[in-house]
C-alpha cells in the first residue's frame, strides 16, 4: 500500500513550538526545517498569535502578567537541481513579554531593604522607593540559510548558518536596578541534519542539532537607583549576555494505515548552559567610597538565570478526509522540574496541551490553521514579599499559514 508522504506535512509542523511561549527556557517559535523536505520549489508565510494567562495570590493577583505574542514567520526553499536545494527563513527564537503593572502586586512603596538593596553607603535611603513594577520586553529573532543535499532517494542532509539577534528592555526592581535597556546584539550559529524517508509508506524521520548562541549586548538604565553616579540620570553598565542552547531535534511521520499519519517530535534542549547575565556591582562591591563611581568598574561576580534542561514531546495523528482537505489532533509535554523558584520572570513548570488542525489544498497553494490549548504547571515564587502561588496556568496559541509550491 502507498502513502502520500506530503498528505498532512503541513498540519504536522503547524504547531511546531505551540504551547512553547514560556516553556524550554525562553523559546518561542522553532527553526521551520520541514519547508526543506516541500516538493519543488516553495514558499510560506506562517501567523501565529499566543496568549499565556498566569496569575497568582500575592505578585499578580488581578490577572494575568503575560502579555499577547504575535509573530510572522516567511520561509522560502529554492530547488536548484534533483540534488540540491536551499532554503531561507526569518523566525522570532526568543521571548518574553510580561508586565506586573497594575496586576495589584505589592510593588510601591518598598523599602530598599525589602527589594534587596544595600542599606548603607551612597544610595541608601530610609524612605519608600515607589519602585515601578516589574516588566520585561525580550526578543530574539533568527535568520536561518539552509542548504540541503538527496543523496539518494531515502537519505538527505542539511548543513546552514543562522543569524540570531536579540534585545530587550524593562525594569526588574533589582540586579540591575531602574529601568534598563540591553541593545541589539548578534551572534552567529550553525545547524546540521540528515533525513531518512521511505516514501511509498509516508514515513520520515529527521535529526537536527542547533548549536548555541552567546549574544552580548551593550546595557544602560535610567532612575534614581540607575547607579551609583546619581547625578548622571544615566548609568553605563558592562555588556550583559543573553543565550540560546544547543539543541537536537527528532522530528517523524509514518503512514499507519491509507490516508492516516502518525507524526510526532522530541526535542532536548540544554538550557543549564544557556542563561541571562546580569552584572551587579552594588552586591559585590558592598558600600562604594564615593558617589560618583560608575557601575563597570565594580564589576566582579554575574548575577544569572537559572533555567533547566529540558525535553519537549509531541505525538499525533492526521487523517486526509478528501484531496482537499486533512485535519490533525496532537499532544504535547514537557516534565516538570523546578516547582519552586525565585524569579518572578519564571511563573510556570512544565506543560500538557492538545493542537487541532486543519489543512484546506487547492492546486499548488495550500492553507493551513489551528489552536493550541496547554495547561502550564504550577510554581511557587518566593520573592521580597514571600511565596506566590502561581497555579491553574494556561496558554493559548492560534496560527495560520499559506503555502505555495511552484
Not at 510556570?348 to 493551513?368: C, P
Request: charged share 15%.
Amino acid at each position: 500500500m502507498t502513502y502520500k508522504l506530503a498528505t498532512v506535512s503541513a498540519v504536522t509542523a503547524m504547531f511546531a513550538g505551540s504551547g512553547m511561549a514560556v516553556a524550554g527556557g525562553i523559546e518561542f517559535d522553532r527553526l521551520p526545517m520541514s519547508m526543506m523536505f516541500e516538493t519543488g520549489n516553495y514558499a510560506s508565510l506562517a501567523y501565529r498569535s499566543t496568549s499565556i494567562d498566569a496569575s497568582d495570590n500575592v505578585y499578580s493577583p488581578n490577572g494575568s502578567m503575560y502579555r499577547t505574542t504575535t509573530t510572522i514567520t516567511p520561509s522560502f526553499k529554492y530547488q536548484i537541481n534533483d540534488k540540491i536545494s536551499v532554503g531561507l527563513t526569518r523566525y522570532q527564537s526568543a521571548n518574553v513579554n510580561l508586565s506586573y503593572i497594575g496586576k495589584g502586586g505589592p510593588f510601591t512603596a518598598l523599602t530598599f531593604a525589602a527589594a534587596g538593596m544595600p542599606t548603607t553607603g551612597p544610595t541608601a535611603a530610609a524612605s519608600a522607593l515607589n519602585l515601578p513594577e516589574p516588566h520585561l520586553d525580550l526578543q530574539a529573532h533568527t535568520t536561518a540559510l539552509i542548504a540541503g543535499y538527496n543523496v539518494n532517494e531515502s537519505i538527505s542532509v542539511v548543513a546552514g548558518l543562522k543569524r540570531n539577534e536579540a534585545k530587550a528592555s524593562g525594569n526588574i526592581i533589582n540586579n540591575p536596578y531602574g529601568e534598563f535597556v540591553a541593545e541589539k546584539g548578534t551572534d552567529n550559529s550553525f545547524v546540521v541534519g540528515a533525513s531518512f524517508a521511505k516514501p511509498k509508506i509516508a514515513l520520515r524521520v529527521t535529526a537536527y542539532y542547533e548549536s548555541k548562541v552567546d549574544i552580548s549586548h551593550a546595557m544602560s538604565a535610567t532612575g534614581a537607583m540607575a547607579g551609583l553616579n546619581l547625578s548622571a540620570g544615566v548609568e553605563t553598565f558592562a555588556n550583559t549576555t543573553s543565550s540560546l542552547p544547543e539543541t537536537l531535534t527528532i522530528d517523524f511521520q509514518t503512514g499507519i494505515a491509507a490516508d492516516t499519519l502518525l507524526y510526532g517530535s522530541i526535542k532536548r534542549a540544554l538550557w543549564t548552559d544557556a542563561h541571562i547575565f546580569m552584572y551587579d556591582p552594588l552586591t559585590t562591591a558592598g558600600t562604594m567610597a564615593a558617589a560618583s563611581v560608575p557601575y563597570a568598574t565594580a564589576l566582579t561576580m554575574v548575577q544569572k538565570t537559572t533555567h533547566t534542561n529540558t525535553t519537549t514531546l509531541r505525538l499525533g495523528l492526521g487523517r486526509k478526509l478528501s484531496d482537499e482537505w486533512a485535519v490533525s489532533a496532537s499532544m504535547n509535554y514537557e516534565k516538570a522540574s523546578a516547582s519552586t523558584g525565585t524569579s518572578l520572570l519564571s511563573t510556570t513548570d512544565g506543560q500538557t496541551g492538545i493542537s487541532l488542525g486543519g489543512k484546506y489544498t487547492s492546486g499548488q497553494m495550500t492553507v493551513t490553521g489551528g489552536v493550541n490549548y496547554t495547561q502550564l504547571g504550577d510554581k511557587t515564587v518566593t520573592s521580597f514579599a514571600g511565596a506566590g502561588n502561581f497555579t491553574n496556568s494556561s496558554s493559548t496559541t492560534i496560527g495560520l499559514k499559506i503555502g505555495y509550491n511552484f
